[in-house]
């Protein structure tokens, strides 16, 4: 069968201070880092042991994950599966690139946000040329605050044309009319984001085809649910993947959303729904 998994496992601390995140500049314990990647490492076990299921895998941490080597290493290890059809992560883009040169570009692909304020601008450029430089597949976006226009205009001037630049609509902002405008000229999918998708008793792939993993091998439907599946080590998970309608009113976060078999968003990403890159 075909799975998507979102991992997310107990890792929850970050090297920026978002003003707008609530792990910004938050730091794990030496336990709670030893738990992290204990779990990491038998999820990645857990994939290499599979055989008949084609795995796609986007990594969801709380955190970020890449400035830890464990999360490095797993993406070079599962880019290199025969089972596994892609894997990525999401990403500030903080940490060196040179672990790349290890991974399969075929494979391997990186969600990366750029945060102004958190990195000096040629720092990130320069990391985002290096990915193109190296053949890996990326998109880049930001969090689309008035005041990060102006930057985020720069980096679409500075990116190959066919890097995908998106666009978060701020949550708990509202934007004029012209800000809306101006973010949609940048990117032309700004209006998925812009606005909650109805959600209630509408068809979605989670659950089905999608399913999200804490550190503990919890199955949920998305990360979004708190409804259990199952555990997936136990592989009990299996019997409760069926279609089922969505529990919640509305659905606000892109990694939810584009699994709504009511939006065309699986047409408009074929190929890139995990690392959120549209189709040619």
């Known amino acids: 069968m075909d799975l998507t998994i979102l991992y997310r496992g107990p890792l929850s601390s970050c090297d920026y201070d978002c003003p707008y995140c609530p792990f910004a500049k938050r730091r794990d314990s030496r336990e709670q880092l030893h738990a992290d990647r204990a779990a990491l490492q038998r999820f990645t076990a857990w994939v290499g042991e599979q055989r008949g299921d084609r795995l796609s895998i986007l990594f969801t941490p709380w955190g970020e994950g890449l400035v830890r080597s464990w999360y490095r290493r797993a993406l070079v290890e599962l880019s290199q599966l025969p089972n596994v059809a892609r ?85 708990g902002h509202i934007l004029s009319e012209a800000d809306a405008a101006a973010w949609t000229e940048l990117d032309p999918l700004f209006p998925y984001s812009l606005h909650p998708h109805r959600s209630a008793g509408l068809p979605c792939r989670t659950g089905e085809s999608v399913i999200s993993v804490d550190g503990d091998g919890t199955v949920r439907r998305c990360h979004f649910v708190r409804a259990e599946l199952g555990n997936l080590y136990d592989g009990s998970y299996r019997a409760a993947l069926t279609p089922r309608p969505c529990p919640l009113s509305v659905c606000d976060c892109h990694i939810g959303y584009v699994h709504l078999e009511t939006l065309p968003l699986y047409d408009v990403f074929a190929g890139g729904v995990l690392e959120r890159i549209p189709a040619s």
Request: aromatic residues 10%.
């Open 87 to 171: 894997v990525a992560i999401q990403t500030n883009l903080s940490c060196r690139t040179d672990w790349l040169a290890d991974a399969d570009p075929r494979t391997l692909a990186l969600w990366c946000t750029y945060h102004p304020g958190q990195t000096p601008y040629a720092r990130f450029a320069g990391k985002c040329a290096d990915l193109t430089r190296r053949g890996i597949r990326y998109s880049v976006g930001i969090v689309g605050f008035p005041e990060h226009l102006p930057a985020a205009r720069r980096l679409r001037a500075d990116l190959p044309e066919q890097v995908y630049l998106w666009v978060n609509a701020p949550e």
